[in-house]
């Protein structure tokens, strides 16, 4: 029997670049029992799906020369993070203090020639004293780089590190060779680089505290989602009320809510009422009004009233855990535009060792004397530009601020690749009852044919529909027992796909759905057709009913229109989207909803399987489709669809077949997904340009390209802090991103396919 999979969280320590990434997951796909495995380097950690055990994981790690440990609490993962990440940033400032302190003197005087030369005895002397400081400089603010590069010789690999301990320790090499032995070498050769090899590891260092300080506001969004929750809850049993911690909750227990605290778990309201605040959770702005019955969600703010709920889901299984869980697994993903970064990170170092090795050996042989000092620079120089880091952090520190943007309008983002593909769609294909419409019907009429009367088209109505999940079921549960009837029991209920319910009641069969469900068991339905056209032309729901064999009468039901959903169908035309409503409710009925929200193209009628070959001829025509629905019948299409975006008030199958989930249910979620993810990639594709710009422009000129036509070569010095500012600058551009609100986002016209 094969175990279950399971997603685990790693914290990656040891990563350094682009190539690190590789390697860390070439290490965990190849673990036996790992399905999948996505490492993000923005934020360090890895995302493991598979039947595995995370000890063998963590071993598979340190075999590839890194070292990780398993996050199972997200509150306390991301407080140890923080933790972590200020501890590293402080640190990176140390570092860079003390090899700034000698690398400023040094270099102020050697611009200014007051440094001796080195082949007079004070001069040898001097530099000697230079290069055991500059050696102590770097073992302290730079011992991490060639402890980081052994660790990957050892390994048969080669990072950032690697590049940097290489063109560092040369530097310092050659400079303490010559002085110790400064008649080794030729005069013109006699030349020094203790300044410019301490002065690269200040630069780095400096370089990546600014992108550590600047990559902690990436993650602003999860730690919001986790501040929601309070740690303890007021429980209620029998006369007594306490405080308990909210980790010993469980399902079925009593707890108290009092106005300005907020929610702690997902319940249902039992007693009081209150208006409660859930924008941090859905996006939406406006308080809900919630009464006795009514879902209440962990970590949504009470407003005015007190009241008491019983708890429904606890721990993991609360909304809040899912929305925390969903943002982390986008966060982790990777979009199809990232992975040609991948590809070339995965060769990149090994590349830039053969073109360094390629330019000492073109200095050495063509070059110029004093050639030794030549062959240095230019050596130095490609390693230290070449660090892939800004390439490396392209693609996922944008993916990690656009999907926590999305999470902040209530817009849960599965993956990259949904992500990416959002900003793509051309057309919106839309489901009825419960996108369109506020999912909530209720009776409007009961027609009963003559030897029948309307209370017992009621019991069987309700009787049959009490086993179903359709919300027109609910309306009608709703509507018997307002009237005050029993329901009676069901006995061999079936579901018939996209048509209705069958079963027996009081050993009678009997039938509940549409007029295709009674045709399919050969029942007459033309005494019902007349009148069930008229209520549809009207956008009410005909519910016929038959009962051995024979047409009963019929239950009307109306789902008003979301409020807001005509003029999100509008923002949506205004972006040259091609608008479609697909239900399998009746035509007339779809036609009045379609009116009313300025749709013009209705497709009613159709059954689950048929709502996804419809999307795959969508797609056959080159339209890129958006589905939108909130049903078990919309699974198929959701899947189907290039991205799939359910209502979060749907079905938990739905939700799991859909590329994106908007929580609050509104229809604006779809253009705000889309402004997000037109902003993201357009982010992404400024970072992927920038770093591959930067290196493909910078190795030539740091090999000494320019050389033979203008005689510059590039300063290592200038080499490094190029490189540590590169790094700073795509996580800089990709916090511009919290900034961005989609519903001001300019409309961009895209004519659909």
């Not at 055990?53 to 590839?64: F, M």
């Not at 859930?278 to 007190?306: F, I, M």
């Not at 943007?405 to 690749?417: F, T, V």
């Not at 593909?421 to 044919?449: C, E, F, H, N, W």
């Amino acid at each position: 029997m094969t175990a279950p999979l399971s997603s685990l969280r790693l914290a990656i320590t040891g990563m350094s670049c682009a190539g690190c990434v590789a390697a860390v997951e070439t290490a965990l796909r190849t673990t036996s029992g790992v399905v999948k495995a996505e490492v993000n380097f923005a934020d360090r950690t890895a995302q493991v799906t598979g039947s595995v055990d995370p000890a063998a994981l963590i071993h598979a790690v340190r075999e590839a020369g890194y070292d990780a440990a398993e996050l199972r609490d997200e509150a306390a993962a991301e407080t140890e993070r923080e933790a972590a990440d200020q501890a590293h940033f402080q640190r990176l400032v140390r570092n860079t203090v003390v090899a700034g302190a000698l690398a400023a003197p040094l270099m102020i005087a050697e611009m200014a020639g007051w440094l001796p030369a080195l082949a007079t005895p004070d001069g040898q002397r001097f530099w000697i004293v230079a290069g055991l400081l500059t050696l102590a400089a770097m073992v302290y603010s730079g011992g991490h780089f060639f402890s980081g590069a052994w660790r990957q010789f050892r390994h048969h690999s080669a990072n950032m590190d690697t590049l940097i301990a290489l063109g560092t320790g040369a530097a310092w090499g050659y400079s303490m060779v010559i002085a110790l032995f400064p008649a080794s070498v030729p005069s013109l050769a006699q030349h020094a680089y203790f300044e410019a090899a301490v002065t690269i590891i200040a630069l780095i260092n400096l370089g990546s505290a600014l992108e550590s300080r600047a990559r902690g506001k990436t993650s602003a969004a999860i730690r919001r989602l986790i501040g929601l929750q309070p740690n303890t809850a007021r429980l209620v049993e029998g006369d007594q009320e306490r405080d308990v911690p909210i980790a010993s909750l469980v399902p079925g227990v009593l707890i108290r809510v009092r106005p300005g605290e907020k929610i702690p778990v997902d319940g249902e309201l039992v007693s009081g009422s209150s208006t409660v605040d859930e924008a941090l959770l859905t996006g939406e702005p406006l308080p809900v009004v919630k009464q006795p019955g009514d879902p209440v969600t962990g970590g949504a703010l009470n407003q005015t009233g007190s009241f008491i709920f019983r708890t429904t889901r606890v721990g993991t299984d609360t909304m809040l855990a899912h929305i925390i869980a969903r943002v982390r697994q986008a966060q982790n993903s990777k979009p199809p535009i990232g992975r040609l970064a991948d590809q070339v990170a995965a060769v990149f170092v090994p590349s830039v060792l053969i073109i360094a090795v390629l330019t000492a050996l073109a200095w050495f042989n063509f070059g110029p004397e004093p050639k030794a000092g030549y062959v240095l620079v230019t050596t130095l120089t490609v390693l230290i530009i070449a660090c892939p880091c800004a390439l490396g952090l392209a693609t996922p520190i944008s993916i990690m601020v656009g999907v926590g943007k999305a999470a902040e309008h209530g817009i849960l983002i599965r993956d990259g690749a949904a992500l990416q593909r959002a900003g793509q769609l051309t057309t919106i294909v839309l489901d009825k009852t419960g996108t369109v419409t506020i999912g909530r019907p209720t009776v409007s009429a009961v027609i009963a044919l003559p030897g029948f009367s309307e209370d017992e088209i009621f019991q069987w109505a309700a009787g049959l529909e009490a086993n179903s999940e359709h919300p027109l079921a609910q309306a009608i549960l709703d509507a018997a027992c307002q009237r005050g009837l029993e329901v009676p029991v069901t006995e061999r209920f079936e579901a018939v796909a996209g048509q209705g319910v069958t079963g027996y009641l009081a050993g009678r069969a009997a039938l509940a759905g549409n007029r295709r469900l009674l045709e399919s068991y050969g029942i007459d339905t033309a005494p019902l057709q007349a009148e069930a056209e008229r209520l549809a032309a009207t956008g009410q729901t005909p519910v016929f009913i038959a009962v051995s064999d024979q047409a009963a009468g019929l239950v009307a039901v109306a789902d008003p229109v979301k409020p807001d959903s005509a003029a999100a169908i509008g923002r949506l035309r205004e972006l040259g989207l091609r608008i479609v409503l697909l239900t399998g409710d009746h035509p007339a009925a779809a036609q009045a909803i379609a009116a009313q929200v300025g749709i013009a193209e209705v497709f009613a009628e159709v059954l689950p399987t048929a709502k996804a070959d419809l999307i795959a001829q969508l797609q056959a025509q080159g339209a890129v489709v958006g589905m939108v629905g909130d049903g078990i019948n919309d699974a198929p299409a959701l899947a189907q669809a290039d991205v799939g975006l359910a209502i979060g008030a749907g079905a938990d199958i739905a939700i799991e077949s859909a590329g994106i989930t908007l929580v609050g249910g509104s229809l604006h979620g779809i253009a705000a997904a889309i402004a997000i993810s037109r902003a993201t990639v357009t982010n992404i594709r400024q970072n992927l340009f920038g770093a591959f710009i930067y290196n493909i422009l910078g190795i030539p000129l740091a090999a000494g390209a320019l050389y033979p036509a203008t005689g510059l070569l590039l300063n290592p010095m200038l080499a490094g802090a190029a490189m540590a500012l590169s790094s700073f600058t795509v996580v800089s551009n990709a916090n511009r991103l919290r900034g961005f609100q989609p519903s001001a986002a300019p409309i961009e016209v895209r004519n659909p396919a």
